[in-house]
């Protein structure tokens, strides 16, 4: 089966920085890959699919990047509302395992 | 808007069984891949199941295999996971899911609200 990790498990920046949220497949999942967003007690939200697409209705300074085992999630201007644990996922094929997340504090 | 919204969720005893549900509106229902996903108090995302649009395909993790079913009823734009067996670690919020195709191997698009359910004695 395959695994998924993140790096970092969390981290904490200011308003306007840069953050970069790095996931690893055990093995090649090729573009299968989403991105979710999740704030305390709230449902996931869908934020990429297909390792770069930007699901609808969600703000461009999110993008994604990779192929194959090494995906990015960017936020290119960290804002307030951002604060959240962000997962990936992959759906190559099942199992569909998600990354055990990364905390991110503004 | 597309909406779903989870229902079954509640207390039981350990052995016994739930039946989830989850209603699907503001899409055509019987297009796309569904899913259920659970997350424990504090924890992480899990996977548990998927079914395809045709409703022929389903997967479950192992965790699950062999106690939980997951089914479909295009008729009634209904999405269900047959829970039988439970177990304390059995115990979190579970999300039904869109998918945005009508194969498993698709992305979540859409999530549900959740629904608790609590194994315990």
């Known amino acids: 089966d395959i695994q998924m990790t993140q790096s970092p498990s969390s981290l904490s920046a200011s308003v306007g920085d840069r953050v970069i949220i790095t996931c690893r497949a055990s093995?090649?999942?090729?573009?299968?890959l989403a991105w979710f967003q999740q704030k305390p007690g709230k449902a996931p939200k869908s934020l990429i699919y297909d390792a770069s697409s930007l699901q609808s209705g969600v703000p461009s300074r999110f993008s994604g990047s990779g192929s194959g085992t090494d995906f990015n999630l960017t936020i290119s201007s960290l804002q307030p509302e951002d604060s959240a644990t962000y997962y990936c996922q992959q759906y190559s094929g099942h199992p569909f395992p998600f990354g055990p997340g990364t905390k991110v504090d503004v | 808007d597309v909406q779903l919204v989870e229902s079954g969720g509640g207390l039981v005893q350990p052995g016994g069984s739930l039946r989830l549900s989850c209603a699907a509106s503001g899409f055509t229902f019987s297009n796309y891949a569904m899913s259920w996903v659970r997350q424990t108090p504090g924890k992480g995302l899990e996977w548990v199941s998927s079914v395809n649009a045709r409703g022929d395909g389903t997967y479950h993790a192992e965790s699950v295999k062999g106690r939980f079913s997951i089914s479909r009823d295009d008729l009634k734009d209904m999405l269900h996971l047959q829970m039988n067996s439970l177990r304390a670690e059995d115990t979190a919020v579970y999300f039904c899911?869109?998918?945005?195709?009508?194969?498993?191997?698709?992305?979540?698009?859409?999530w549900g609200q959740g629904t608790l359910v609590t194994v315990s004695s």
């Open positions: 093995q090649g999942i090729r573009n299968y």
């Open positions: 899911a869109k998918k945005r195709g009508h194969m498993v191997i698709n992305a979540i698009d859409y």
